[in-house]
């Protein structure tokens, strides 16, 4: 895959001065580093992650010495963001010798001083793919395909037969083949809930392909919930919905993942429930996936709720041990076939059990960074490098907690926890608390209201502010820059005396 190869060659254009800002910008630096840096997370993501959200970004200039990706709306910018920046971050620096950071946009809310530099960087992307992605809600069995059922290099299919089973899914893995198989099972909505990372997305997406190979009259699509308002939104902006309408209605059997994002979006759900009457109204089966039971579900509407409820519910718990040493097992056979070198014995299996606390989606991710650790499969993987792997992935995983944040700005700052929540507009208390709040985005993955509330019920545009204007802040403000370093030390430092 030529990872490593123009490591030192950037394709830097000569910069120039934004005469406004006076900043230092150049369009299209390092693209040779960039697409090392794809293939490499390609390795470490899972197929359905890395098309989802990683395969869309680009890379469009390099500001103040920082690498500028962008993503091109904020569903993903915020996914991004949430879930694989640091993954992102660490793998630029692995392949930059110059390890330049990167500051990523949602090209939405782009500044004029990039848009000046760069087109619309999907503006030439051909009609089909633009199509395919979050945007039109597509994805059957007909080559519209969902980004998420596309096969990449190296990750095993999400099929039945790679789906490690066991007490904590089986009876969702059962229900799932009855689904493709066309057996009754009772209701016509069922819902998947589970832990994240438990495999619900892997079971719809080899309900999928099972259902694909066994009925040739199915008509399956899948979208995920995210993909379906985003679809949703652009339909209503251009007063037409009838094509994502006519799309999900021609399926037999419908597959909605990850419901639990589009809770609090009225004309979403609406949409949604109406789809999927229509779908079981012809007979159909509908298959929802989410992190939540309903009894759960918060911010639904009572006629979701109702459907919900009248709904079969079958819950994911998290694998138990043998499942959780099958998962690694089955993984590390798949890659060995094409990387004989790759071979992880049972010692190796057995530290990867007991050193990532986390689910499938944690352990396969360990794997993957030990295959990458091992020089791509070339090398046998040894126990030095698994503890690099492990303490790399358990300190980046672990997320603070928003009260964490705050206890780190009071330590730093030495203000009160009743400052941060108060209304107080004094800059000694305004500083710490917009520092707080940056770092509560960056580093809890939590929305912005959930953090709004935790500052004394504030609303949730104070806190996107906070973040926008730090954010824009940091590439010039050295003394916030270090605060805020500070700070983040200090998560670090009671996370490792064993505060959450
Ligand atoms: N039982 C399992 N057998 C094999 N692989 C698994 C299993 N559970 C999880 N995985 C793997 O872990 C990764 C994450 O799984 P998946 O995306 O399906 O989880 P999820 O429950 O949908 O998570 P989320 O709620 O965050 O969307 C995938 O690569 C998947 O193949």
Same mark, same amino acid.
């Given at each position: 895959?030529?990872?490593?190869?123009?490591?030192?060659?950037?394709?830097?254009?000569? &910069?120039?001065?934004?005469?406004?800002?006076? !900043?230092?910008?150049?369009? =299209? /630096?390092?693209?040779?580093?960039?697409?090392?840096?794809?293939?490499?997370?390609?390795?470490?993501?899972?197929?359905?992650?890395?098309?989802?959200?990683?395969?869309?970004?680009?890379?469009?200039?390099?500001?103040?010495?920082?690498?500028?990706?962008?993503?091109?709306?904020?569903?993903?910018?915020?996914?991004?963001? &949430?879930?694989?920046?640091?993954?992102?971050?660490?793998?630029?620096?692995?392949?930059?010798?110059?390890?330049?950071?990167?500051?990523?946009? %949602?090209?939405?809310?782009?500044?004029?001083?990039?848009?000046?530099?760069?087109?619309?960087?999907?503006?030439?992307?051909?009609?089909?793919?633009?199509?395919?992605?979050?945007?039109?809600?597509?994805?059957?069995?007909?080559?519209?395909?969902?980004?998420?059922?596309?096969?990449?290099?190296?990750?095993?299919?999400?099929?039945?037969?790679?789906?490690?089973?066991?007490?904590?899914?089986?009876?969702?893995? *059962?229900?799932?083949?009855?689904?493709?198989?066309?057996?009754?099972?009772?209701?016509?909505?069922?819902?998947?809930?589970?832990?994240?990372?438990?495999?619900?997305?892997?079971?719809?997406?080899? =309900?999928?392909?099972?259902?694909?190979?066994?009925?040739?009259?199915?008509?399956? @699509?899948?979208?995920?919930?995210?993909?379906?308002?985003?679809?949703?939104?652009?339909?209503?902006?251009?007063?037409?919905?009838?094509?994502?309408?006519?799309?999900?209605?021609?399926?037999?059997?419908?597959?909605? +993942?990850?419901?639990?994002?589009?809770?609090?979006?009225?004309?979403? *759900?609406?949409?949604?429930?109406?789809?999927?009457?229509?779908?079981?109204?012809?007979?159909?089966?509908?298959?929802?996936?989410?992190?939540?039971?309903?009894?759960?579900?918060?911010?639904?509407?009572?006629?979701?709720?109702?459907?919900?409820?009248?709904?079969?519910?079958?819950?994911?718990?998290?694998?138990?041990?043998?499942?959780?040493?099958?998962?690694?097992?089955?993984?590390?056979?798949?890659?060995?076939?094409?990387?004989?070198?790759? @071979?992880?014995?049972?010692?190796?299996? *057995?530290?990867?059990?007991?050193?990532?606390?986390?689910?499938?989606?944690?352990?396969?991710?360990?794997?993957?960074?030990?295959?990458?650790?091992?020089?791509?499969?070339?090398? #046998?993987?040894?126990?030095?490098?698994?503890?690099?792997?492990?303490?790399?992935?358990?300190?980046?995983?672990?997320?603070?907690?928003?009260?964490?944040?705050? !206890?780190?700005?009071?330590?730093?700052?030495?203000?009160?926890? #009743?400052?941060?929540?108060?209304?107080?507009?004094?800059?000694?208390? @305004?500083?710490?608390?917009?520092?707080?709040?940056? =770092? %509560?985005?960056?580093?809890?993955?939590?929305?912005? /209201?959930?953090?709004?509330?935790?500052?004394?019920?504030?609303?949730?545009?104070?806190?996107?502010?906070?973040?926008?204007?730090?954010?824009?802040?940091?590439?010039?403000?050295?003394?916030?820059?270090? +605060?805020?370093?500070?700070?983040?030390?200090?998560?670090?430092?009671?996370?490792?005396?064993?505060?959450?």
């Amino acid at each position: 895959m030529g990872l490593g190869m123009d490591r030192n060659r950037l394709f830097d254009t000569p &910069a120039s001065v934004d005469s406004k800002t006076n !900043k230092k910008i150049s369009s =299209l /630096p390092g693209q040779a580093i960039w697409q090392a840096v794809r293939e490499h997370l390609k390795e470490v993501l899972s197929t359905a992650d890395y098309e989802r959200w990683i395969a869309d970004l680009k890379l469009i200039a390099e500001v103040d010495g920082k690498i500028v990706i962008t993503a091109r709306d904020r569903l993903s910018f915020d996914r991004v963001s &949430a879930d694989h920046r640091h993954i992102l971050q660490r793998i630029w620096k692995e392949h930059d010798d110059a390890r330049r950071d990167i500051r990523l946009v %949602c090209w939405k809310d782009a500044g004029a001083d990039l848009r000046a530099i760069t087109e619309d960087p999907w503006a030439e992307a051909e009609p089909e793919a633009a199509a395919g992605g979050a945007g039109n809600g597509t994805g059957g069995n007909d080559g519209g395909a969902t980004s998420a059922a596309r096969p990449s290099s190296g990750a095993p299919e999400m099929t039945f037969g790679t789906l490690v089973t066991g007490k904590s899914n089986a009876i969702s893995v *059962e229900l799932a083949k009855r689904v493709a198989d066309g057996q009754p099972v009772g209701t016509q909505v069922h819902l998947i809930s589970g832990p994240q990372g438990t495999g619900k997305t892997h079971t719809l997406l080899a =309900l999928r392909t099972r259902a694909m190979e066994t009925n040739a009259d199915a008509t399956v @699509v899948y979208l995920t919930a995210e993909e379906f308002l985003s679809a949703y939104t652009d339909g209503v902006k251009a007063k037409d919905t009838s094509a994502l309408k006519k799309r999900l209605r021609s399926a037999t059997i419908l597959l909605i +993942d990850d419901l639990h994002r589009i809770s609090g979006k009225p004309g979403t *759900e609406t949409e949604l429930f109406q789809n999927i009457r229509e779908v079981t109204g012809q007979g159909g089966n509908v298959v929802l996936a989410g992190d939540k039971t309903p009894g759960e579900l918060a911010g639904f509407s009572p006629r979701m709720m109702s459907e919900l409820k009248g709904a079969t519910v079958v819950e994911v718990a998290l694998p138990d041990e043998d499942m959780r040493r099958d998962i690694i097992r089955r993984l590390a056979r798949h890659i060995e076939q094409a990387h004989p070198e790759f @071979v992880l014995d049972e010692a190796l299996i *057995e530290r990867i059990h007991t050193g990532i606390r986390g689910p499938g989606r944690e352990l396969t991710g360990a794997v993957w960074n030990l295959f990458t650790e091992a020089g791509f499969g070339t090398m #046998a993987p040894t126990s030095d490098m698994l503890e690099r792997v492990i303490r790399r992935m358990e300190g980046e995983v672990r997320a603070p907690t928003i009260e964490l944040v705050k !206890k780190a700005a009071m330590k730093v700052f030495n203000v009160s926890k #009743a400052d941060l929540e108060s209304p107080s507009k004094a800059r000694s208390v @305004v500083y710490p608390r917009q520092i707080a709040m940056y =770092l %509560c985005r960056e580093q809890t993955h939590k929305s912005f /209201p959930q953090i709004g509330r935790a500052f004394g019920r504030r609303d949730h545009t104070t806190v996107l502010y906070a973040h926008r204007k730090l954010s824009k802040e940091l590439a010039t403000d050295q003394e916030l820059a270090a +605060d805020i370093a500070r700070v983040a030390a200090a998560i670090l430092e009671m996370q490792a005396a064993g505060n959450h």
